[in-house]
């Protein structure tokens, strides 16, 4: 399973982005798909995560900005952050858990995306 994220980009300080990422690959199930972010220095950090069934969860700093969804027909998970504030300034990364034929479990991680807010 490859996950590729995109949407990432420089914006003012109010402003909103909508991140998107795309699981591919073969002959597996893409379960609960998750946005992280990181800064430099710091610890990657959940923001939400959504389930296949579509619950949602989110970190208390973000979940009156945030939203996550997602088209499971595409594999596809979305993150719309708005009211951006300088603090959103990160790395956002993907992440998803996927089941093979066999049932077995794997964690996947993309390769993040730049989210820079001005002020």
């Known amino acids: 399973v490859q996950l590729q994220a995109s949407g990432g980009g420089l914006v003012q300080t109010g402003g909103s982005l909508r991140l998107s990422c795309v699981a591919s690959?073969?002959?597996?199930?893409?379960?609960?798909m998750r946005w992280y972010r990181q800064t430099p220095g710091r610890q990657r950090e959940l923001v939400a995560g959504i389930t296949t069934g579509g619950v949602t969860n989110y970190a208390d700093s973000v979940k009156d900005r945030f939203s996550i969804s997602r088209d499971n027909a595409k594999n596809t998970v979305y993150l719309q952050i708005n009211s951006l504030k300088p603090e959103d300034s990160a790395v956002y990364y993907c992440?998803?858990?996927?089941?093979?034929?066999?049932?077995?479990?794997?964690?996947?991680w993309g390769q993040g995306t730049q989210v820079t807010v001005s002020s």
């Open positions: 690959g073969s002959s597996f199930t893409i379960n609960t």
């Open positions: 992440y998803a858990i996927a089941s093979n034929v066999l049932g077995s479990s794997f964690q996947y």
